[in-house]
């Protein structure tokens, strides 16, 4: 009898921890409501794209979806600080500068278990890596590239898109001699955009920083860049001061042959253009230095990282369904013109047949390298430093020499 | 007066009144650049606000565009969100004004008419709290209030704003008092009025002046504040700053018409304020500047 007793009172007992583990166990398997924070939620077009896949999504799988969005300008310091109060969760949207500084937290999820073989272009998968970590998965991915104004440079007598770097030199001399109110070349001269140089450091054989990870913004290749950026605005081929913005709108109204942006240029020129004006924009590879060499180009993209938590997994599924499903990665392709970022879409006969951004991807994207600085978290005041020593070097205030060698000092003090 | 002296005289004033008509030609050349500097740029927003996105950045630019038109008005008004920004933006700065006066009567009255231990280096510690940078102070009031649970409220922003408002709410309140008569409080007392009576029948009626003018700049600065109200307030409690740049400037592209509108829009309220209640500003502003 008293043996029973025991027995019914141990059995009872295992029942009742069976019984509170329950919840714990169906929670592994069920969709977590979740906060998905981003820039893009809030800006015209993007959101009602993103946001008819959330609703999509949060209807199938039964679960509630909040956004959250940042000023793109503020956006980095916003999540960053509510990463550090605890604040931050569920799916997050980054640039891909962005990576590191908030890998660095330790509040990210690896996305590796999640992400299957084949699925994603290498490329773009390294580009939301930290350390080796997969702690994004890629939303979409491009470059930041040089576009044209193709009637600008038919009417300039230019019949060939430039090549080389000699053939680029006389491409802009001939549109500063066929119209003297023409930018040449808008290229980024203000302090914050300089670091657009860092292609034409690679062009002229620079390196930056090198495997073992030492600054070596003073070398060979390095100086005669900066030399030849600042011989272009001497000449007139460029001129100060201008940023993206500027560039953009200069650019638009047919007053610019050729200058930097991302994909979007097209969209940008053709929704910012006077109606009258005919404008046709051309991806245009960066020119290479000798015959043959890789055109340079920067990495541009967007990341879906996700907080680690209990709503990781349905965070993380939410990622996967906006970045390889057909339905919202052919609308968003269609509707926003950002190249998708998986193999079975990019080799598509929607993604193969626009020109511009295939021609884009193939021409441009193919050959481009993340920023060097980008696996530092302290990446913004690298990038600052350098902006402002090349500017000392193009206002004739320094050296091209003595401006790298303190770049590479300043940056090599802040690494160590 | 002789006749050569007379010409002397006439001549010396037919000179002297071309001195003062040169004078005066510099002098309004010199006002008239003066306000086309200060005023040339709202100018260029207004202009801003009623051009078409296409003219925006047109070549060479246009003092006044060929096409006209309200729609950026319209968007301003048809938007939710902006609305809502405008809502949280009048409660946030009226409780931070409210607030702000009612802490700073009290400190400036006793700052003004006590004398106590303490008094003038408490005086200085407070006025020292305007020499931080305010974004200096964001992580870490983030953090406490964060750890009070008050994130995402109102009461977050108001008691962020008011703790930047008050120092130099203080001091103008104490200079105000500082002109009041110890007599008037003295006579006060003679006849049996006890320090509440003092404070609210006497005091703050007559310093309604500075009040006012505390009060609107109590509410100006929460009106206009941008990284607090952006870092601390959260999607439901946004107000009208970092609204509006979260609606209307991009990763790509910013809205500049609708942002120029919209700032108007914006600007309306404190213009109006202004207007009428000048005389009250400017007195509560000069108050302690002349004695006697």
């Given amino acids: 009898m008293k043996k029973q007793g025991i027995f019914a009172v141990g059995f009872l007992l295992l029942a009742l921890v069976a019984l509170s583990l329950m919840p714990v166990m169906a929670q592994d398997d069920e969709a977590q409501d979740f906060t998905f924070t981003g820039w893009s939620l809030n800006e015209g077009a993007t959101r009602d794209v993103i946001m008819l896949a959330v609703d999509e999504f949060a209807t199938a799988n039964d679960v509630s979806i909040s956004d959250v969005a940042y000023p793109y300008n503020e956006y980095l310091n916003q999540v960053i600080l509510q990463a550090r109060g605890g604040n931050l969760t569920g799916l997050v949207q980054m640039d891909v500068a962005w990576m590191a500084p908030l890998a660095s937290l330790g509040v990210l999820e690896d996305l590796s278990p999640y992400i299957e073989e084949g699925v994603y272009a290498e490329a773009s998968l390294a580009s939301c890596q930290v350390d080796g970590v997969q702690y994004g998965i890629p939303w979409t991915t491009a470059s930041i590239g040089m576009v044209a104004n193709q009637e600008l440079l038919e009417a300039a007598g230019i019949t060939e898109i430039p090549t080389t770097i000699a053939e680029f030199e006389v491409a802009l001399e001939a549109l500063r001699a066929y119209d003297t109110d023409i930018i040449p070349y808008a290229a980024m001269t203000d302090v914050a955009q300089l670091k657009d140089i860092i292609p034409w450091i690679w062009t002229f054989g620079g390196t930056v920083i090198n495997e073992d990870g030492e600054v070596v913004l003073n070398d060979e290749g390095t100086i005669a860049a900066v030399e030849w950026y600042a011989d272009l605005l001497e000449r007139g081929l460029i001129a100060a001061d201008i940023d993206r913005f500027d560039a953009r709108q200069l650019f638009a109204q047919g007053r610019v042959g050729f200058y930097e942006d991302a994909i979007v240029a097209r969209a940008l020129a053709a929704g910012s253009k006077p109606e009258d004006l005919e404008l046709t924009v051309v991806p245009v590879p960066r020119p290479v230095l000798d015959e043959g060499d890789d055109p340079q180009a920067l990495f541009w993209g967007h990341c879906l990282a996700v907080v680690a938590g209990d709503e990781a997994q349905t965070a993380a599924e939410f990622a996967l369904y906006l970045t390889a499903d057909e339905t919202p990665t052919t609308r968003y392709f269609e509707q926003l013109s950002l190249p998708p970022t998986n193999l079975a879409f990019l080799e598509s006969e929607a993604f193969q047949g626009d020109e511009y951004v295939a021609g884009w991807t193939s021409l441009i994207t193919a050959t481009a390298r993340p920023n060097p600085f980008w696996p530092y978290a302290e990446a913004a005041r690298m990038e600052a430093i350098l902006g402002e020593q090349v500017q000392a070097a193009m206002i004739g205030r320094s050296s091209a020499q003595d401006a790298m060698d303190e770049a590479a000092e300043d940056i090599d003090d802040l690494l160590n | ?292």
Wanted: aromatic share 14%; charged share 10%; hydrophobic share 50%.
């Fill in chain 2, 1 to 292: 007066m002789t006749a050569q002296a007379a010409t002397s005289h006439q001549d010396t004033g037919m000179v002297g009144g071309r001195t003062n008509w040169m004078h005066r030609v510099i002098y309004g050349a010199g006002l008239i650049l003066v306000v086309v500097f200060a005023f040339f740029p709202i100018y260029w927003m207004l202009v801003t606000s009623i051009t078409t996105e296409d003219q925006v950045f047109a070549f060479p630019p246009k003092l006044f565009p060929a096409d006209i038109t309200l729609e950026w008005y319209r968007d301003f008004f048809n938007n939710p969100n902006l609305i809502r920004y405008l809502q949280n933006s009048f409660i946030v700065s009226t409780a931070t004004a409210i607030g702000s006066l009612i802490v700073s009567a009290y400190a400036g009255y006793s700052f003004s008419k006590f004398r106590y231990t303490g008094r003038r280096a408490l005086m200085f510690l407070i006025l020292s709290a305007q020499m931080f940078p305010q974004a200096l102070l964001l992580i870490t009031l983030y953090l406490m209030f964060d750890s009070l649970g008050i994130l995402n409220s109102y009461l977050v922003l108001v008691l962020s704003f008011t703790t930047f408002t008050l120092p130099l709410c203080i001091w103008m309140l104490k200079s105000y008092f500082d002109t009041m008569p110890d007599e008037l409080i003295e006579a006060a007392r003679v006849d049996g009025a006890s320090q509440f009576t003092i404070i609210h029948r006497i005091l703050l009626p007559i310093a309604r002046p500075a009040m006012i003018s505390t009060g609107l700049f109590a509410f100006i600065r929460g009106w206009n504040d941008f990284i607090y109200a952006l870092t601390l307030a959260g999607p439901q409690r946004m107000t009208l700053p970092p609204g509006l740049v979260l609606t209307y400037t991009g990763e790509f592209q910013t809205s500049w018409p609708n942002l120029m509108a919209s700032s108007l829009i914006v600007s309306l309220p404190v213009i109006i304020v202004f207007v009428f209640m000048q005389r009250y500003i400017v007195a509560g502003l000069g108050a302690g500047a002349v004695k006697g």
